[in-house]
């Protein structure tokens, strides 16, 4: 890579870093936790929210059922907790859900699992980018106003800051995320204290306001379903739980161990934050709205299109706070910045299962290498090409594309846990142990709990979401699943082909005679180079081939050929058309027909140039001649390069980009030397 190339991506992401060098960026539970868990932690900032749009369907008299929403999301969450701490004990090797699905379900679940994964970390990173947007430009009025660019250039951003390594952006991300946990608890304490201790009357800024019901007095089926809906939508608090368990590898010594402990501190961290502001949000009176232009009420009128609707965890800070106050403030920007970051479970979670799917020959190899950081980098850029479209189609509106949200996660948490109690049931078969027997038997009541529950939650969330664009992740999860069995039938399908048979074959066989052609279109230096090197290679018959399309050109050439007396036959092709590459082609599979046992050995002479514009102006016939020859069996293609003058510049421009350093590598020399100097001198 040149210098101008090289340097803005050292600037960007960072010095290489080497493969013994992987233990370095090992995370421990401090860092792990803002990097696997920011996107259950972050989501506490919109799920309430959806919970409140929902019930205000049926009106403000809905509200009342948002604590008991809350109880049964807070049940789920700690059931998928519970069972995922089983999960990384079992399977540490970083497969997750895909893993287990794959090793108990078979290969088809296996890749079901896979395929709603990868939807998932896409809408993570569309959905949290989108809400941080939003939450940003409460603020700023420039940011809503350009929310679709604002979106994509933090995307970008993000995944520039991915790139440098797990453990790089982990550091940049635990200071805004324990910020925000931190501003959170705070709120719920302070609003806490000023309820229930000083006796304070708290109002949110739409406490004023009145809902205009869609469906009014709703009772028997249709408020149940409404309640389950609300209840889908506040299950968005659990997307992201997933991910520990598929970073698992990514975790310091004891692995499994650590992980477990960043899951059940990532649980009870999202259930209390999340309970909390449903509860000072009830206590504030915080209304909101799926259509607030026209269903929010004040002063006896709607408030129009030019409101806009705050989220509830800024409606409550406002009322605990104080609007505009300094924690108001502080706690908003800490919103706006971990909704950011929270796509960093997805830049975790996506790269990492792309190069285990990649390694099953599910995605394409370039997937399963690491890049220059260590990191995963063509997933990272991956999934963020695919968030950037997804954001760009939907304008960035977190309300329509949350629609698409936590079907593919449930899908996964229901195959997984089921996928668990297979596990269990087949190790229970062979363990004769007691002890370790009861451990097993309480770890598969608790997955078969937990398959019983998520199971019935997808049910709900497939009921309730999917006119509302859930279908749009499930044709997601149909083009992936797709797509990743092609792969793998490809991949299978070229093993099969060019695996090495035990017995003789043709392939081992020595054919019966070595044609040999070499392509001549003048007689010059590289040509001769060509017809020395071809004669060296032993052949049985050798040949020189030119094509006739030029008459004066080609009488020219004959003449030359037989002044210098060359000992090698010249075949002229004539060409009415003025075709070189069709009637080589010809001719060789003429040959080939001819005698099906030969091998064709075909020689080019090709310039080698040392800058790209020279590369227009010479071999395109040659290459265009090989890109047709590889279609041709039994027909082997060999390049004799000749070097010009720009090519020895080129080399020299190489040699030194060899010797470069950028500033300040070899400022202090090697630690070795250094170290005998300083050893000398003492």
């Given at each position: 890579?040149s210098k101008?190339?090289?340097?803005p991506k050292r600037?960007?992401i960072?010095?290489a870093?080497?493969?013994?060098?992987?233990?370095?960026?090992l995370?421990?539970k401090r860092?792990?936790?803002p990097?696997?868990?920011?996107?259950p932690?972050?989501?506490?900032a919109y799920?309430p929210?959806?919970?409140?749009l929902?019930?205000s369907?049926a009106g403000?008299s809905?509200?009342h059922f948002?604590p008991?929403?809350?109880?049964?999301v807070v049940?789920?969450m700690?059931?998928?907790?519970?069972s995922?701490?089983?999960?990384?004990r079992?399977?540490p090797?970083g497969g997750?859900?895909y893993?287990?699905?794959?090793?108990?379900?078979?290969?088809?679940?296996?890749?079901t699992?896979?395929?709603a994964?990868?939807?998932?970390?896409?809408l993570?990173?569309?959905?949290?980018?989108?809400?941080?947007?939003?939450n940003?430009?409460?603020?700023i009025?420039?940011?809503?106003?350009h929310?679709?660019f604002?979106a994509?250039?933090a995307i970008?951003l993000l995944?520039?800051?991915n790139?440098r390594g797990?453990?790089?952006?982990?550091?940049?991300f635990?200071?805004?995320t324990?910020?925000?946990?931190?501003?959170?608890?705070?709120?719920i304490?302070?609003g806490?204290f000023?309820?229930?201790v000083l006796?304070?009357?708290?109002?949110?800024?739409?406490?004023d306001y009145q809902?205009k019901p869609e469906?009014?007095?709703?009772a028997?089926f249709a408020?149940i379903?409404l309640?389950?809906?609300a209840f889908?939508?506040g299950?968005?608090?659990?997307t992201?739980v997933?991910?520990?368990?598929n970073g698992?590898p990514?975790f310091?010594?004891p692995?499994?161990?650590?992980?477990a402990?960043?899951?059940?501190?990532?649980?009870?961290l999202?259930?209390?934050?999340?309970?909390?502001?449903?509860?000072?949000?009830?206590?504030?009176d915080?209304?909101m709205?799926e259509?607030?232009?026209?269903d929010?009420?004040?002063n006896g009128?709607p408030v129009?299109?030019?409101?806009?609707?705050d989220?509830v965890?800024?409606q409550?800070?406002?009322a605990?706070f104080?609007?505009g106050?300094?924690?108001?403030?502080l706690?908003?920007?800490?919103?706006?910045?971990v909704?950011?970051l929270?796509?960093?479970t997805?830049?975790?979670?996506f790269?990492?299962?792309?190069?285990?799917?990649?390694?099953?020959r599910?995605l394409?190899?370039?997937?399963h290498?690491r890049?220059?950081?260590?990191?995963?980098s063509?997933?990272?850029v991956?999934?963020?090409?695919?968030?950037?479209?997804l954001?760009?189609i939907?304008?960035?509106?977190s309300?329509?594309?949350?629609?698409?949200?936590?079907v593919g996660?449930?899908v996964s948490?229901?195959?997984?846990?089921t996928?668990m109690?297979?596990?269990w049931?087949r190790h229970?078969r062979?363990?004769?142990n007691?002890?370790?027997?009861r451990?097993?038997?309480r770890?598969?009541a608790?997955?078969a709990?937990g398959?019983?529950?998520t199971?019935?939650v997808l049910?709900v969330?497939?009921?309730?979401k999917?006119?509302?664009?859930a279908?749009?992740a499930?044709?997601?999860?149909v083009?992936f699943f797709?797509?990743?069995?092609?792969?793998?039938?490809h991949y299978?399908?070229v093993?099969?082909?060019?695996?090495?048979?035990?017995g003789?074959s043709d392939d081992t066989?020595?054919p019966?005679r070595v044609?040999s052609i070499v392509?001549?279109?003048?007689l010059?230096?590289?040509?001769l180079r060509?017809?020395?090197y071809a004669?060296?290679v032993?052949s049985d018959q050798?040949?020189?081939?030119?094509?006739?399309v030029d008459?004066?050109?080609?009488k020219a050439?004959r003449?030359?050929w037989?002044r210098?007396?060359?000992?090698?036959p010249l075949k002229?092709l004539?060409s009415p058309?003025?075709?070189?590459t069709?009637?080589?082609?010809?001719?060789v599979?003429g040959?080939r027909?001819d005698?099906?046992r030969?091998v064709?050995?075909?020689?080019?002479?090709?310039y080698v140039?040392?800058?790209w514009y020279?590369?227009?102006?010479?071999?395109q016939?040659a290459?265009r001649?090989?890109g047709?020859?590889l279609?041709?069996p039994?027909v082997m293609?060999?390049s004799v390069?000749y070097q010009?003058?720009s090519?020895?510049?080129?080399?020299v421009r190489?040699?030194?980009r060899?010797?470069?350093?950028a500033?300040?590598?070899?400022r202090?020399g090697?630690?070795?030397?250094?170290?005998k100097?300083?050893g000398?001198r003492?």
């Open positions: 890579m101008l190339t090289d340097v600037i960007l960072g010095r870093l080497r493969s013994d060098r992987l233990g370095e960026t995370l421990p860092i792990a936790l990097v696997f868990a920011s996107d932690l972050s989501s506490v799920a929210g959806e919970v409140l929902v019930l369907i403000v809905a509200y948002s008991w929403i809350a109880v049964a049940v789920l700690f059931t998928v907790v519970a995922y701490r089983q999960n990384v079992a399977y090797s997750g859900d893993e287990v699905a794959n090793t108990n379900l078979g290969p088809k679940a296996g890749l699992v896979a395929s994964l990868l939807v998932d970390y896409v993570t990173v569309a959905v949290s980018i989108s809400s941080g947007v939003e940003l430009g409460s603020a009025p420039f940011v809503i106003e929310k679709t604002c994509i250039g970008v995944t520039l800051m790139l797990v453990k790089e952006s982990g550091k940049l635990a200071i805004p324990y910020l925000f946990v931190a501003g959170v608890f705070v709120m304490l302070w806490a000023r309820g229930l006796g304070d009357t708290m109002h949110a800024p739409t406490s809902i469906h009014q007095g709703l028997g408020l379903f309640l389950l809906r889908s939508s299950c968005a608090a659990l992201g997933e991910a520990i368990s698992v990514a310091r010594k692995k499994s161990k650590n992980a402990t960043t899951l059940a501190a990532m649980g009870l999202a259930v209390t934050m999340f309970c909390g502001i449903i509860g000072l949000a009830m206590a504030t915080v209304k709205a259509n607030p232009a026209k929010l009420i004040h009128a129009g299109a030019s409101f806009t609707q989220p965890i800024s409550v800070a406002a605990v104080g609007d106050t300094f924690f108001f403030v706690l908003a920007a800490a919103t706006a910045l909704l950011f929270a796509a960093n997805a830049y975790n979670g790269p990492l299962l792309g190069s285990i799917l990649a390694q099953d599910y394409p190899r370039q997937l290498t890049g220059d950081r260590l990191a995963f063509n997933g990272i991956l999934l963020a090409g695919a968030a950037i479209l954001v760009w939907y304008g960035a509106d309300t329509r594309l949350i629609q698409l949200y936590i996660v449930f948490f229901t195959l997984s846990q996928g109690v297979r596990h049931n229970l062979t363990e004769k007691p002890a370790v027997r451990h097993m038997i770890s598969r608790i997955n709990f398959a019983f529950f199971g019935l049910v969330v497939l009921a309730t999917f006119s509302h664009g279908w749009v499930l044709l997601g999860m083009i797709g797509t990743m069995t092609a792969i793998r039938k299978d399908r093993a099969e082909e060019i695996a090495a048979s035990d003789p066989m020595r019966s044609h392509l001549v279109s003048k010059h230096r590289p040509t060509a017809l020395a004669k060296l032993r050798l040949e020189a081939l030119s094509i006739s008459p004066d050109e080609t050439l003449t030359d037989e210098r007396g060359i000992d090698i002229i004539d058309y003025r075709e070189v069709r009637p080589v082609i010809d001719y599979k040959l027909k005698r099906p030969d064709i050995s075909v020689y080019i002479p090709e140039v040392g800058h020279e590369h227009l102006l010479h071999n016939s290459l001649l090989k047709r020859l279609f041709t039994g293609v060999t390069p010009l003058e090519s020895e510049a080129a080399k190489a040699r030194r060899a010797n470069w350093h500033p300040g590598t070899v202090r090697p630690v070795e030397r250094r170290n100097d300083a000398r003492g």
